[in-house]
């Protein structure tokens, strides 16, 4: 069996669809389909149950998996010996992270780690959402609770606050808030209900407040409408510097603690380029969340 046609099955495994993997790889997909269709009559067995959801695994599917990703780390490893220039990172490395730090934290820190590693790429996914590292949305991920079941590393990089915060000329214009039943008579700005998709964003019910009459799954627009006066909402402390004129409310009477985590595949510990980019990414994080912090 070839490594191009594990990489075929893992691109079309992952994607749940000839289309998606023909993204993935930059192939037709009718070129795709072909090359399974091939893979499979070589084998002897289905290898996926096809419907219009989708390319389900078979249980032949399933067990093939966990040999062609042991290959696919081989393939990395041998890449990484190849052409990995000593002292310095190279090569593409794709991270998924929650948006307020990747909006907030991320491009700082990605651009010095690029200033010492020039032939370096480096790719952000944003989503408002858990990234899923099983399927390769990304090399590795930034999330805000440690994942509960998988084969996967976790680390946690650093603990970081957030507070109620609200614009100068919104504090300006609207009665003062001395205590939380106070914030009844003010607009508030929080996430959407229904799409906060880890607990630990919840951070409102944490705190007693019911309505948010301004809503949106991201951290993001929260931030925005906050800036543009349109009310009051929780605010990571990191993000307060890069918005002139927002002012903490209630600091010592409300104040929440949340973690950043790294997590990645448990295969990529043997793959150094990465221990070495994570390393980075950790330490970077941690300093850049202090320092701004700092001038919360």
Not at 48 to 68: I, N, V, W
Not at 85 to 106: E, H, W
Not at 225 to 245: L, T
């Amino acid at each position: 069996m070839h490594w191009d046609d594990l990489r075929i099955f893992l691109a079309v495994a992952r994607s749940e669809s000839l289309s998606g993997a023909g993204k993935i790889l930059r192939v037709d997909p009718a070129t795709v389909g072909r090359r399974i269709a091939r893979l499979e009559e070589r084998l002897g067995t289905p290898l996926f149950a096809k419907s219009p959801q989708g390319y389900a695994m078979t249980d032949a599917g399933q067990r093939l998996m966990a040999h062609a990703e042991r290959a696919e780390q081989a393939m990395a490893g041998a890449l990484e010996e190849v052409q990995g220039q000593p002292g310095t990172l190279s090569g593409q490395i794709r991270i998924g992270a929650p948006d307020g730090c990747a909006n907030y934290l991320l491009p700082q820190v990605c651009t010095q780690i690029m200033q010492d590693n020039p032939d370096l790429e480096l790719q952000i996914v944003a989503l408002p959402r858990v990234v899923n590292l099983s399927k390769r949305e990304a090399d590795m991920a930034i999330a805000v609770s440690p994942p509960a079941a998988g084969r996967l590393l976790v680390q946690k990089i650093t603990d970081y606050r957030l507070h109620l915060a609200a614009s100068r000329a919104y504090l300006k214009h609207h009665p003062p808030i001395t205590e939380l039943d106070d914030l009844r008579g003010h607009r508030v700005i929080g996430y959407i209900p229904d799409m906060i998709f880890d607990k630990e964003l919840d951070y409102l019910h944490e705190i007693g407040v019911e309505r948010v009459a301004m809503a949106s799954n991201s951290v993001s627009v929260q931030f925005n409408w906050v800036r543009q006066a349109g009310g009051i909402g929780v605010v990571h402390d990191f993000a307060i510097p890069s918005g002139h004129g927002i002012r903490k409310v209630l600091p010592d009477k409300i104040s929440l603690t949340r973690s950043f985590y790294l997590i990645r595949h448990a295969d990529d510990r043997r793959l150094e380029r990465l221990n070495r980019f994570a390393a980075a990414l950790c330490d970077g994080l941690k300093a850049e969340v202090q320092r701004l912090e700092a001038q919360s």
